[in-house]
């Protein structure tokens, strides 16, 4: 494992030196790939103290909340890979056509190489290290790149990795766009990128030059649809948990809030109460809230308060990044909050007057990674699965289907390409490799 900041002249050396390792083909065999996420285990349960005080000075994460997004979660998706892995990567027979026999026929995975993982702040540990449990169990080798403007977490990654990964198998790069553009020149063999749609374009124009296929996980804005009919008590908790954890800072919250028919002041007058329920008369001393990550996403979102009617929140103080769990109603269509992904704690509400009029909405914009929504109305959900385009849809339950290794987690269109988690992630960081075997006689 290496640390590297600059001078980018090391990195062609890093990479060269994956790359010597991979072609030994030490990687390919399962054992392998099993002592590598055993070494990554160890370094999550042993380190976890450690990666919890990063995660607080980095973005105000309490212990547990550390533990069950970042720590735990990739722990769950190690789990689930290790105990699936055999099966996995067990040949696929292929049916033979007649005229062939007796050829039998197969797929095999093969693994890429050595793969580049980009990650961004807001969940810096697992975005980082979740991908590369797919990459080590797929038999690569890999260079992770953690987000400088999560320094703490990025210097620990740096710091601990090294201490239970092999130098030649993983190396850690830290640094800001410089680093990353003195990587992304090198030729890797998978480029698995985390981020916003901006660099994300960066990125797979430098993987083009290579020929270089890429996984973009990206963001947008994610809707929530209310029917009138849905129990609002228990809608807003749900919608505020997924909301306002990590301080709104989470790629699939929910953005903003379609309230269809009358729902809206019921539904805004329940998220208040849910807001109070989960961090209390005063959030700012509730140990259960984040903060805004740094002080330019903090100028970006207060200015973005001035929209709508303020109906609980509000509050901030540059001073120690906090901003208030907001919920504002009456916004415009046309309001600068509804033009762009919020990333924070602020939830606008949008009256529409029926379920077209919501679709029609979510339709007109670009394809969400996640499509939410409240309703008891079988029809409705039919209509939402069939009528609208995004990376999940998930009724009753924002958030949590990232949390379910057995379900591909990615976007489509502006939210992104590719998919990994559990066994998509083998598909991911490998080849399908058609086999075909016919008898010499
Ligand atoms: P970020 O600023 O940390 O950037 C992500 C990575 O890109 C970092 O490692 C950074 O060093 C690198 N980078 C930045 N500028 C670059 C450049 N010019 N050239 C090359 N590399 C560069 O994080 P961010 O982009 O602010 O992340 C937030 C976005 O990510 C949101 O849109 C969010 O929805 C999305 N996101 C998506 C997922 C997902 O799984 N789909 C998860 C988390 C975040």
């Known amino acids: 494992m290496t640390r590297l900041t600059l001078p980018n002249e090391d990195i062609p050396a890093v990479v060269a030196r994956l790359r010597a390792e991979f072609a030994t083909g030490r990687t390919k065999p399962l054992a392998w790939r099993l002592e590598q996420l055993a070494a990554l285990r160890a370094l999550l349960t042993e380190q976890a103290e450690a990666f919890q005080q990063a995660l607080h000075a980095d973005l105000g994460k309490n212990a547990a909340e550390a533990y069950r997004t970042e720590i735990g979660f990739t722990l769950n998706e190690l789990d689930h890979t290790v105990a699936h892995l055999e099966e996995w990567l067990r040949p696929k027979p292929a049916a033979v056509p007649e005229f062939f026999r007796p050829a039998q026929a197969r797929v095999v995975r093969d693994p890429l190489g050595v793969v580049l993982i980009i990650a961004p702040w807001n969940y810096p540990l697992q975005l980082a290290l979740a991908p590369l449990v797919g990459a080590l169990a797929a038999g690569n080798t890999a260079v992770v790149k953690p987000s400088e403007l999560a320094p703490a977490t990025s210097a620990a990654i740096a ?10 198998t993983v190396a850690v790069v830290e640094g800001a766009v410089a680093e990353t553009t003195a990587l992304l020149e090198q030729r890797f063999d998978h480029i698995f990128y985390t981020g916003n749609g901006a660099v994300g374009r960066i990125v797979m124009a430098a993987a083009a030059k290579h020929l270089t296929p890429v996984t973009l996980e990206l963001g947008g804005k994610s809707p929530v649809v209310v029917e009138p009919g849905a129990d609002l008590a228990v809608t807003a908790r749900r919608i505020a948990r997924g909301k306002f954890l990590n301080a709104g800072q989470t790629c699939v919250a929910p953005d903003y809030v379609l309230a269809i028919g009358d729902s809206a002041a019921g539904l805004e007058k329940e998220l208040a109460a849910a807001v109070t329920e989960l961090f209390g008369e005063e959030p700012s001393a509730s140990p259960a809230y984040g903060r805004i990550v740094n002080e330019r996403h903090f ?9 709508g009617r303020t109906v609980t929140g509000g509050g901030h103080d540059r001073g120690t990044r906090y901003l ?35 679709i029609a909405f979510i339709n007109e914009r670009d394809k969400p990674l996640a499509l939410y929504a409240f309703t008891e109305s079988e029809d ?40 990994y988690h559990g066994e998509y992630s083998i598909e991911t960081f490998s080849h399908a490799k058609a086999v075909v075997d016919k008898p010499l006689v």
């Open 299 to 307: 100028d970006r979102l207060t200015a973005l308060l001035g929209d």
């Open 159 to 168: 710091e601990l990795l090294p201490r239970y990964l092999g130098a030649d």
């Open 380 to 419: 409705t959900k039919r209509r939402l699965a069939e009528e609208t385009s995004s990376g999940a849809l998930s009724f009753g339950l924002p958030v949590s289907h990232l949390a379910m290794p057995e379900l591909p987690f990615g976007g489509v269109g502006e939210s992104g390409m590719g998919r």
């Open 324 to 358: 208030a769990p907001t919920v504002l109603a009456d916004v415009p269509a046309t309001a600068p909050v509804m033009q762009a992904e919020i990333f924070g704690p602020i939830l606008p509400v949008l009256a529409v007057p029926d379920l077209d009029a919501a």
